[in-house]
């Protein structure tokens, strides 16, 4: 079940506005995005289970991706530019 991160997105809008819970703006996001990693903070401190931490993981990855849905900003390509430009920086030892 690979999904590309457009497909997670189309997702992600889908069941938010099937279920009715959809952030609508950016400060919204932000603040659910500074809660969950949070939780995902105590998940670690508390070495709670793998698929508690994945969950916690995930509700992260959830609120960027609203995020950037929002600010209309197309993840796949962001992450290749600058994988690339990171890829010709040099490392600081």
Do not use: C, H
Request: aromatic share 8%.
């Amino acid at each position: 079940m690979a999904k590309s991160i457009k497909e997670l997105q189309t997702l992600m809008v889908e069941q938010l506005n099937r279920r009715g819970f959809y952030p609508k703006d950016d400060k919204e996001v932000l603040l659910r995005l500074g809660e969950e990693v949070g939780e995902v903070m105590e998940a670690v401190r508390e070495d709670r289970s793998k698929t508690d931490l994945s969950y916690e993981i995930v509700d992260v990855f959830w609120n960027l991706l609203r995020l950037a849905e929002l600010k209309n900003i197309d993840l796949e390509k962001a992450f290749i530019e600058k994988w690339e430009k990171n890829e010709k920086r040099p490392i600081d030892n």
